[in-house]
């Protein structure tokens, strides 16, 4: 069984920074693809950043400039660092995960996710 765990949200204040964290566990064999959607209320899930296996990252162009992916392939971990955040941040930030299990063929998992508000 894969369990994507996402873990760092919170309240910021306009301005203010965030890092998300996201742990993959189980019976993993390969990780391919690591990435940050969200989503807001009323609004359909929107990519953030994506991180492929080669660490090459991708980003939504409102983000680009303030946020940053990263993984650490001996951890099974994929970060989100958030700077300058704006209230139309504010969302559930979801981790996903495309990868291969020693039962299960390549697909995406994803976690719960985390909530993000940002308010003054």
């Known amino acids: 069984q894969v369990q994507l765990v996402e873990s760092g949200g919170g309240l910021v204040q306009p301005g203010g920074s965030l890092k998300l964290s996201c742990v993959a566990s189980?019976?993993?064999?390969?990780?391919?693809?690591m990435g940050w959607y969200r989503q807001a209320p009323g609004k359909q899930r929107e990519l953030v950043a994506r991180?492929?296996?080669?660490?090459?990252?991708t980003y939504a162009d409102s983000v680009k400039g303030r946020f940053t992916i990263s993984r650490d392939n001996a951890k099974n971990t994929v970060y989100l660092q958030m700077n300058s955040l704006k209230p139309e941040d504010t969302a559930v930030y979801y981790c996903?995960?495309?990868?291969?299990?020693?039962?299960?063929?390549?697909?995406?998992?994803w976690g719960r996710g985390t909530q993000v508000t940002v308010s003054s």
């Open positions: 996903n995960g495309n990868l291969v299990t020693a039962l299960v063929d390549r697909r995406d998992y």
């Open positions: 189980g019976s993993i064999l390969t990780i391919y693809g």
């Open positions: 991180i492929d296996s080669g660490a090459i990252p």
